[in-house]
């Protein structure tokens, strides 16, 4: 079954390597090392930063796109749930490497004693971005495959996502008008009940305001009704970055 979720960043300027002059991502690399997953059997990481849709066949990537030198990473894999979630969800096996919405989470410290999948939705923001409507598809239909898959195994989903991209002038995406008051909006309702915050979610997406709206439209899903354990939200680089956890 699906009974433990959780957000957690994916910024390579997080890691404690590439900016450790910025306070703000301190805390947030302790918040994301510190998320448990025990009794889960295997953890699913949802990137937002895939080519297109499909199932990473090894939890392993790199940096090098980014220029930042020798920084790597590889996990220990679940071949069973792989082969399981790309035939409930009728997308392909990718070769990978893993992109970087899978890689920073391990790096930053996440899972570090479980079996790791490393799953990619198609990028909302920048310039290859998929439709919003072809995005959200194949969160939906994920989010199906993922609940087929939990039949046999215990699995813990995480989204890794990012609020948006536009807070500020700063901003990746510069400054989008309405998106700080959106980001707002949407942390009160992760607070809450997750499904709440689908309707702040939906507008940011509409305005490509959110280049993780893919894996948490997927979150907002599988996490109705459910109680929130945690919940960090700090914004650097006029980025709303974000780390939580939520038990059915």
């Known amino acids: 079954m699906i009974g433990r979720s959780a957000v957690v960043p994916h910024a390579p300027a997080l890691l404690a390597g590439v900016r450790p002059d910025i306070l703000q991502t301190h805390s947030l690399r302790r918040a994301v090392g510190a998320l448990e997953f025990a009794d889960a059997d295997c953890v699913v990481i949802v990137s937002s930063h895939g080519t297109w849709a499909g199932v990473y066949e090894r939890p392993q990537g790199s940096l090098d796109d980014f220029g930042m030198g020798p920084i790597a990473v590889t996990a220990r894999g679940d071949d069973e749930i792989a082969r399981d979630l790309k035939r409930a969800w009728g997308r392909p096996l990718l070769d990978g490497p893993a992109d970087f919405g899978v890689c920073v989470p391990l790096l930053l410290g996440l899972a570090r004693d479980r079996p790791v999948v490393g799953v990619a939705l198609p ?126």
Request: aromatic fraction near 4%; proline fraction near 6%; charge should be negative.
């Open 123 to 248: 990028e909302a923001t920048g310039p290859g971005a998929h439709p919003l409507d072809e995005v959200l598809g194949a969160s939906e239909e994920l989010a199906g495959a993922l609940e087929l898959a939990g039949r046999t195994k215990d699995i813990a989903v995480v989204a890794s996502a990012h609020s948006s991209a536009g807070l500020s002038p700063r901003a990746p995406l510069t400054e989008v008008p309405g998106a700080a008051e959106l980001h707002s909006e949407m942390v009160r309702a992760l607070a809450g009940d997750p499904f709440q915050a689908r309707t702040a979610l939906m507008e940011l997406g509409r305005a490509e305001a959110a280049c993780g709206v893919g894996p948490l439209s997927l979150l907002t899903q599988l996490c109705r009704d459910w109680s929130c354990l945690s919940l960090r939200s700090e914004s650097v680089f006029g980025v709303g970055y974000l780390v939580g956890e939520w038990a059915a």
